[in-house]
């Protein structure tokens, strides 16, 4: 529940009019099911890495063993700063959702509120974040599961009047409307949707017999992603043509799915998805407070953070982890309400790209693990979870991953002039990812560890 929670959000929700506005429903399907392809290997690689070795805060570990231990400072410090931000951008959208009730409620009011709320379903234990994100994930499920019946009867003519068939799969320059450019062009917001599926490798080392359970999870995010994904576009696709222009919209009163449940007659429907989308915004702000103290307590373990921060209270909660992140979310939060923004901008687009970073990361990782794991002498059949497809599928996610990274604002070359705004706003947090590494790279004196040499400890991590 954990992985599929994080892997539904507000990019299903909103995001996916916009791309298929710009896409049309066959662009933006194609490019939901290539991301999917990818995010399954990059699933794969991270299953196997967290059933053998199931840490709490895994990636920098992983980088650090397997490749370098400056690359696992880097991965690790823009993870947390990535999900520390996703924190303030998410109190930020609590205000937002709850003004659709109650619209002239004070800024400042909700977010502290919903901070609080988060910060002792983490505090208090493991298992309250856990049961807070079992019962987030199970409400967005039902949503998308209802909507999926809800657009089938419509498509066959049961609800909200005559069948409509896949008449607007046909309109205008459907279904690829923007063309191959066009396609390649929602590559990335695609990307942004699947973030968090990553969660469930984070989560392994406080899970219940992670040997057994992770695989478990790793072998159904697939088909998870395709149905709820895959077959949510589709159906918005077939029943609101792209060229409706409320799907370019980013707010609850035009999102998609109230768009489709308004048109199956369903008057309720803004109020209802707002409260959903609600819940996605929790969902993450639960995830961020989550994933950020797991990999300071990482990090601190592995001598890349301050050793304080592998403190435990009685509960074996990463209290003073969770203190910084929320203090530090909380800042990030004002400085979107202070001034005119500026430093908030800036700091979120510094971490835009960073999920793709992490997602090389893993890949990368796995890739020299199992070289390593084969080259010590170790047979396959001694892993917990065998990713299938190897070394293909960590390649190819690999490859992908940086076409997308590299590719995300082309737009800004075209033309006469370059946009450099724009190119800055969307490359920032590359520069920043590569000071981090090779600068503690320069000051610690770290080499590619050899394969012979990467540490594979069987006892430690057998369960």
Not at 67 to 84: E, M
Not at 263 to 284: D, E, Q
Request: aromatic share 16%.
């Amino acid at each position: 529940m954990i992985s599929l929670g994080g892997a539904i959000g507000t990019g299903l929700f909103l995001g996916s009019g916009p791309a298929i506005h710009t896409a049309g429903p066959g662009g933006a399907l194609v490019a939901y099911i290539v991301i999917g392809i990818m995010v399954y290997f990059i699933m794969t690689s991270l299953g196997e890495l967290a059933s053998f070795m199931p840490v709490s805060g895994a990636f920098s570990t992983y980088a650090s063993r397997f490749i370098d231990p400056a690359l696992g400072f880097a991965l690790g410090w823009n993870y947390w700063l990535t999900w520390a931000m996703t924190l303030a951008a998410e109190l930020s959208a609590s205000t937002m959702v709850m003004k659709f009730w109650f619209p002239h409620s004070s800024t400042l009011l909700w977010s502290p509120l919903f901070l609080i709320l988060l910060f002792l379903l983490n505090y208090l234990s493991v298992k309250g974040y856990g049961e807070g994100e079992y019962w987030f994930s199970l409400i967005k499920v039902a949503t998308i599961i209802i909507f999926i019946i809800v657009g089938i009867l419509m498509i066959i003519g049961i609800m909200g009047g005559k069948p409509i068939g896949f008449t607007n799969f046909t309109v205008g320059h459907a279904p690829f409307a923007g063309g191959i450019m066009g396609t390649l062009g929602i590559f990335i917001a695609a990307g942004f949707s699947f973030q968090g599926t990553e969660i469930v490798g984070v989560a392994a080392g406080e899970s219940e017999n992670p040997a057994k359970n992770v695989p478990r999870s790793v072998r159904s995010i697939f088909w998870r992603i395709l149905l709820f994904y895959c077959l949510a576009i589709f159906i918005i696709g077939l029943i609101v043509p792209y060229t409706n222009g409320s799907l370019e919209g980013e707010t609850v009163m035009v999102s998609p799915f109230t768009l489709v449940f308004k048109k199956a007659g369903l008057a309720f429907a803004a109020s209802v998805m707002n409260a959903i989308i609600l819940t996605a915004v929790l969902s993450a702000g639960n995830s961020s407070l989550y994933v950020t103290s797991r990999m300071l307590y990482a990090m601190a373990k592995d001598g890349l953070a301050p050793r304080f921060f592998t403190k435990l209270n009685k509960r074996g909660i990463p209290v003073w982890a969770l203190v910084v992140t929320a203090l530090v979310g909380i800042l990030a939060f004002l400085s979107s309400i202070f001034g005119d923004g500026i430093v908030y901008v800036w700091l979120m687009n510094s971490v835009g790209v960073t999920g793709f970073i992490f997602w090389l990361g893993i890949a990368a990782s796995h890739y020299r693990f199992r070289k390593a794991f084969i080259a010590q002498g170790y047979s396959l059949n001694d892993l917990p979870y065998r990713a299938k497809l190897f070394p293909f599928g960590p390649i190819f996610a690999f490859i992908l991953c940086l076409v997308v990274l590299l590719a995300q604002d082309y737009q800004a070359f075209l033309g006469n002039h370059i946009n450099w705004g724009s190119v800055i706003a969307a490359y920032l947090g590359i520069p920043l990812f590569l000071v981090l590494w090779f600068g503690y790279k320069f000051i610690k004196k770290t080499k590619v560890i050899p394969l012979e040499e990467c540490k594979i400890d069987f006892d430690e991590h057998r369960v």
